[in-house]
Nanobody, 120 residues
Framework: QLQLVESGGGLVQPGGSLRLSCAAS????????IAWFRQAPGKEREEFSC????????NWADSVKGRFTVSRDNAQNTVYLQMNSLKPEDTAVYYC?????????????WGQGTQVTVSS
């Protein structure tokens, strides 16, 4: 069974940092692009970052540029999302998803999500 499992979420104060992990089981991530999404209460799901199979990552959303960094460790079969300078508006459930490319927005395997809460 193909699965992605996110971890690393939690409660953090504004200005703090978290590192989320997206680990694959049942398949290897080497040839997949991995996108990160988030969904805040009452809002639509937002794709904000993606890293392709070559390891080139981009943040799509202006709201996270300069604060979030995506990376991958194929040996660990894991993609990471480093989130710095967190703001209350970053509070959301964060998901990762695997697909063939960052270009087309089509992802075949999804994780279950991890909650990130930024609050004092």
């Amino acid at each position: 069974q193909l699965q992605l499992v996110e971890s690393g979420g939690g409660l953090v104060q504004p200005g703090g940092s978290l590192r989320l992990s997206c680990a694959a089981s049942g398949f290897t991530l080497d040839y997949y692009a991995i996108a990160w999404f988030r969904q805040a209460p009452g809002k639509e799901r937002e794709e904000f970052s993606c890293i392709n199979s070559a390891g080139y990552g981009r943040n799509w959303a202006d709201s996270v540029k300069g604060r979030f960094t995506v990376s991958r460790d194929n040996a660990q079969n894991t993609v990471y999302l480093q989130m710095n300078s967190l703001k209350p508006e970053d509070t959301a459930v964060y998901y990762c998803a695997a697909g063939g490319s960052c270009r087309f927005g089509k992802y075949d395997v999804w994780g279950q999500g991890t909650q990130v809460t930024v609050s004092s």
